[in-house]
């Protein structure tokens, strides 16, 4: 079946710092992949997506890489602001004509960004 | 345009209670999930329903039921509640299930059973 792995949290960091979140996943066929970010007290949004392999998705200074040799889709960010602290997903959804839209999430990284 | 709202935002029961949990989407659209959210776990996928008047199980759909009587409203009750579902609960809704088909999460439902 499908799963998605992300690294342990909570992340701390300071502003301005560089962040990485990892994701890798396992799945049959060609997933797509996302990344939702849930901020305090709201429910989740889409950050960003890719659809195949060596696609970049890019949202709000966001980026991550659809990895098919290494399943992975790891998320990054050159420069955090205290308004990034939050948790964030990555998911999945396998295509085909049946499905009816399955998301597979990881369990989620709490970020965590001091001034 | 409100997007996708619950009610209620917060409840406690005791084992045994029910109660029903409101999910509204005023986008018109098709498909509506219920997920709940437990620590270290992600999000885990209850029912979901593909239209108006119809229901099917996700992956933990055990102690739940669901009904879709109105395109717009997907409730979720718990009959007879267990320490075991508290959780966070997330609604959510799509147009339909390509992927350029983004899903829409409402803020969610803290709930506690005791």
């Known amino acids: 079946g499908n799963s998605v792995t992300q690294m342990e949290g909570p992340v701390t960091l300071s502003e301005e710092a560089f962040l990485t979140i990892n994701c890798t996943y396992t799945a049959t066929g060609y997933p797509s992949l996302f990344w939702y970010v849930q901020y305090p007290g709201e429910g989740l949004q889409l950050l960003l997506k890719a659809t195949k392999a060596d696609d970049k998705g890019s949202n709000k200074g966001f980026e991550a890489t659809y990895r098919k040799e290494t399943t992975s889709f790891h998320l990054e960010k050159g420069s955090v602001q205290v308004s990034d602290s939050a948790v964030y997903f990555c998911a999945l959804r396998t295509p085909g004509g049946t499905s009816y839209g399955k998301l597979t999430f990881g369990q989620g990284t709490i970020l965590t960004v001091h001034p | 345009n409100a997007g996708v709202t619950q009610t209620p935002k917060f409840r406690v029961l005791k084992t045994g209670q029910s109660m029903t949990l409101l999910c509204a989407q005023d986008?018109?659209?098709?498909?509506m999930y219920w997920y709940r959210q437990d620590p270290g776990m992600g999000l885990r996928l209850i029912h979901y329903s593909v239209g108006e008047g119809t229901t099917a199980k996700g992956e933990v759909p055990d102690g739940y039921n669901v009904s879709r009587l109105k395109k717009q409203n997907f409730l979720l009750g718990l009959e007879s509640a267990a320490p075991s579902q508290t959780s966070v609960y997330f609604c959510a809704s799509s147009t339909g299930t390509q992927i350029v088909y983004e899903q829409y999460f409402g803020p969610g439902t803290r709930l506690t059973v005791t």
């Open positions: 986008m018109n659209h098709e498909y």
